[in-house]
């Protein structure tokens, strides 16, 4: 038994950062609930899959304290659909958990929490730590690259490691590489091989937070924990990839010749192409002047785009524009440097002043345009 009551807002808050470990897939019913817990104070909701586990915690005015487990889409629908400004009225029968709004009333059937499982706890160990909206932006440029496939998981996910008061997350699917590094607090070190799921349901996570609220990192056993004062989220790993990232890293970075262009002139000339091509490839060439021309074929025709660079040498390039819009649409300065060697080794994108050291890097391997 328990009862409970706060702004119906804050609870629809919490109940979507737990929802984010949830699966409405699940063939085992306690894993389509919510486990709601009654404190001093605070409610405590979590979510699991058995995959990944959320907590989430929201002050309330706790009346009885106590457990229950309820339907997260039944709840969910219900209270995000309240005014947010309004307080809901939460109490408990044997058998049921009654929502009280003004003029509104739900019942909830109740599932037996006891079968929630438990949540994995960081250890005491000094965690990476950074903000939320860093956090979700270093997850979500590396997430470019990576491979969405259960059958091959060394290259399914994400690495992310941290040490020396900077964080890195590498990802790549064999065609692509992204990597990114950005400085942070803590002194701890560490290196995980995040399955695809966990990096995506923790850039959730992190998006869900306020940018500015402060998250911490820290992998416990079999786990990677990422957590804020009021919320977190555990995530099984997999065993560490056998990709040799900085190889791959070195030999796009070998590039002699280089051109640096306006990314939002680079981003629109690159969907103009990809729109009106009939295989997906654009051919991008430089050299002798400061202009940048870049082809695709057509059905009736040719499709041709001129940019105006910085150029250093002379190259021409077949790329993927498909793989291409995505790395641009990645980075975030005005201007994007892009290396190459000869059309058979592939070509580095630096995001503004990055370095291999500092910054976005993404790595695109050329392609051939069918004759």
């Not at 009862?3 to 109940?15: N, V």
């Not at 919510?34 to 409610?43: F, M, Q, S, T």
């Not at 496939?149 to 590489?177: F, I, K, P």
């Not at 050299?287 to 660079?309: I, P, Y």
């Amino acid at each position: 038994m328990s009862d409970f009551s706060l702004p119906a807002g804050e609870f629809a808050l919490a109940i979507r950062r737990a929802s984010i470990a949830t699966d409405r897939k699940a063939t085992i019913p306690v894993l389509l609930c919510l486990k709601i817990e009654a404190l001093d104070h605070v409610i405590k909701l979590h979510g699991t899959n058995l995959f990944l586990h959320a907590a989430v915690a929201a002050p309330a005015a706790v009346t009885t304290a106590g457990a229950v487990a309820v339907d997260q889409a039944q709840l969910l629908g219900i209270v995000s659909r309240l005014p947010p400004d309004k307080k809901v009225k939460c109490s408990t029968t044997e058998q049921h958990l009654i929502l009280k709004c003004g003029g509104a009333k739900y019942q909830l059937a109740l599932w037996d929490y006891s079968a929630f499982p438990t949540m994995s706890k960081p250890s005491t160990a000094s965690p990476a730590l950074l903000k939320a909206g860093e956090l979700a932006r270093i997850l979500a440029s590396a997430a470019v690259s990576m491979l969405l496939d259960d059958q091959r998981t060394h290259l399914s996910g994400l690495e992310l490691s941290w040490g020396n008061r900077v964080v890195s997350a590498v990802a790549t699917d064999s065609t692509r590489l992204s990597k990114i590094t950005m400085g942070i607090g803590g002194t701890n070190t560490g290196k995980v091989f995040i399955p695809y799921l966990g990096a995506l349901a923790m850039q959730k996570f992190c998006d869900s937070l306020d940018a500015e609220t402060n998250v911490n990192v820290l992998a416990t056993g079999a786990h990677v924990h990422c957590w804020s004062a009021y919320a977190g989220l555990a995530c099984k790993l997999v065993s560490e990839s056998s990709v040799d990232y900085a190889r791959v890293l070195k030999l796009a970075a070998d590039g002699f010749v280089q051109v640096t262009l306006n990314r939002a002139a680079f981003i629109s000339a690159v969907g103009r192409l990809r729109a009106a091509s009939e295989n997906a490839a654009v051919r991008i060439s430089w050299g002798g002047t400061d202009k940048v021309v870049m082809t695709a074929n057509m059905v009736t025709g040719q499709g041709r785009e001129v940019l105006t660079g910085k150029v250093t040498g002379d190259a021409e390039v077949v790329l993927s524009s498909v793989l291409l819009s995505e790395m641009l649409a990645s980075c975030a300065a005005d201007e994007v440097t892009m290396k190459a060697q000869d059309e058979d080794k592939p070509v580095l994108i630096l995001d503004g002043e990055a370095t291999l050291q500092l910054g976005l890097v993404g790595v695109i391997m050329t392609c051939r345009i069918p004759s």
